[in-house]
């Protein structure tokens, strides 16, 4: 079965960075389009960013609230996905749970596995 | 972007009884890629249908989807007390939106 566990978040000030990871097993992370996902605190779901496999190409894309903010990668030899947090707002608080993409055949997925994510919170 | 609306906010209901959960696109879903969510306090949520009707794997069959182009149902068909919980809609047509959410609680 897979298993995503989510590290590095905590408190951080407006302006600041962070980055999170996530380190997987249980499954064929090289071949598996990955995402994060994030829910403000009471409030509903945000999908953040993905990042498709380096034989698709490894291209990434973004939410509109986090492009040019937010950096997704991936390390295939260490089975670890990651989220590089710049420029941070208070809006931005939030848990953030990494995900697999579910395989189907067109260019976006449902998101079949989470891991129990990582808290972020921005304030002064 | 394509905004999901969900109805209603809160549905109070009682074990065993039929729960019939709304979602809305504000424009037609390609390829009715539509997936519901479970989400428990405290947890991440849980992928229960994808493609509008497929379950995923695991779940139980009393969960059901339906519909396609803008109107999307999840159907509860017999309430357990471990499915009064918050639902969520997400469409992957294009670039991933959810739904606000629909409070299952009991009544």
């Known amino acids: 079965e897979a298993q995503l566990v989510e590290s590095g978040g905590g408190l951080v000030k407006p302006g600041g960075s962070l980055r999170l990871s996530c380190a997987v097993s249980?499954?064929?992370?090289?071949?598996?389009?990955m995402s994060w996902v994030r829910q403000a605190p009471g409030k509903g779901l945000e999908w953040v960013a993905r990042i498709k496999t380096k034989s698709d190409g490894g291209t990434t894309d973004y939410g509109a609230p986090v492009k040019d903010r937010f950096i997704i990668s991936r390390d295939d030899s260490k089975n670890t996905l990651y989220l590089q947090m710049n420029s941070l707002k208070t809006e931005d608080t939030a848990m953030y749970y990494c995900?697999?993409?579910?395989?189907?055949?067109?260019?976006?997925?449902?998101?079949?596995?989470w891991g129990q994510g990582t808290m972020v919170t921005v304030s002064s | 972007e394509i905004a999901l609306t969900q109805s209603p906010g809160t549905l109070s209901l009682s074990p065993g009884e039929r729960a019939t959960l709304s979602c809305r696109a504000s424009?037609?879903?390609?390829?009715?890629?539509l997936a519901w969510y479970q989400q428990k306090p405290g947890q991440a949520p849980r992928l229960l249908i994808y493609g509008a009707s497929s379950r995923a794997a695991g779940i139980p069959d009393r969960f059901s989807g339906s519909g396609s182009g803008t109107d999307f149902t999840l159907t509860i068909s017999r309430l357990e007390h471990e499915d009064l919980v918050v639902y969520y809609c997400?469409?992957?047509?294009?670039?991933?939106?959810f739904g606000g959410g629909t409070k299952v609680e009991i009544k």
């Open positions: 424009q037609s879903v390609s390829g009715n890629y």
């Open positions: 249980g499954l064929a992370f090289r071949h598996t389009w």
């Open positions: 997400q469409q992957y047509g294009s670039s991933p939106t």
């Open positions: 995900t697999k993409d579910k395989e189907d055949i067109g260019s976006w997925s449902a998101f079949d596995f």
